[in-house]
């Protein structure tokens, strides 16, 4: 990762609601793949809290700690969906469905520690 800019990713929260609540993940610099291969649906890392409800992102063999963080303005995910000349409703016309609400989002802004293993004192 380089210290360049901000990555976000998009985190599932379930209240129980009948709405689908997702949170941003924010990192300070790029995501590189070692295949060079697209990152996009793909699994990242692993995201833990402690038990004092700081979250731990692990990715490879780096670990980020960050924080959760409400946004002042929250975001809603729509999708347009067209209707076609076979629908009830007007051929041409477009509705939007709300698919999710974007309210938090986990910040990891420090840089990313390595995880080393015990290793033996005698080699």
């Known amino acids: 990762m ?6 976000s990713l998009v985190l599932a929260i379930p209240d129980g609601s009948g709405i689908n609540h997702w949170g941003l993940v924010e ?14 649906d793909q699994f990242i890392g692993d995201l833990h809290y402690s038990t004092e409800g700081v979250p731990m992102l692990i990715i490879g063999h780096h670990i980020l700690h960050g924080k959760e963080v409400t946004l002042e303005k929250p975001f809603v995910v729509m999708q347009r969906v067209q209707h076609s000349e076979d ?9 939007y ?6 309210k938090k989002k ?8 390595p995880i080393i293993a015990n290793m033996p004192k005698h080699l």
Do not use: H, M, W
Not at 27 to 40: I, M
């Open 87 to 95: 629908t009830f409703s007007q051929p041409g016309q477009s509705e």
């Open 2 to 7: 380089s210290e360049s800019r901000a990555a």
């Open 97 to 102: 469905i709300v698919k999710a609400i974007v």
């Open 106 to 113: 986990l910040l990891f802004k420090t840089r990313p520690k």
């Open 27 to 40: 990192l300070q610099g790029d995501l590189q793949s070692r295949s060079k291969n697209c990152l996009y």
